[in-house]
């Protein structure tokens, strides 16, 4: 009843930009926490950029003055704004919603995952 559909990855090379956008829909009522993970083959999901509802961010050390997160509640929607790309930046990204949504009989709460998509830097 819930999904959300990332896009906007790709190949770039070092130094170049990319932004990724994560739309969710479905019987949604209200989306708290959003975020943006990256994961390698091999090693854990790593948490990249949070956004809360009312608009405060957090980001991973590694990528501090780089990447930028934001949000349109109107569309439900998360982005991130990544510069100054580097190679360690390649993975697949994901992003995550803590929401609130309405199954057809009662409201109830979630942390939904997108598919993910690709992001590689060459050097």
């Known amino acids: 009843q819930v999904q959300l559909v990332e896009s906007g990855g790709g190949l770039v090379q070092a130094g170049g930009s990319l932004r990724l956008s994560c739309a969710a829909s479905?019987?949604?009522?209200?989306?708290?926490?959003m975020g943006w993970y990256r994961q390698t083959p091999g090693k854990q999901r790593e948490l990249v950029a949070t956004?809360?509802?009312?608009?405060?961010?957090t980001y991973v050390d590694s990528v501090k003055g780089r990447f930028a997160i934001s949000r349109d509640n109107a569309k439900n929607t998360v982005y991130l704004q990544m510069n100054s790309l580097k190679p360690e930046d390649t993975a697949v990204y994901y992003c995550?919603?803590?929401?609130?949504?309405?199954?057809?009989?009662?409201?109830?709460?979630?942390?939904?995952w997108g598919q993910g998509t690709q992001v590689t830097v060459s050097a």
């Open positions: 995550n919603a803590d929401l609130v949504f309405y199954n057809g009989k009662y409201y109830s709460t979630g942390s939904y």
């Open positions: 479905g019987s949604i009522f209200r989306i708290d926490d």
């Open positions: 956004i809360t509802s009312g608009g405060s961010t």
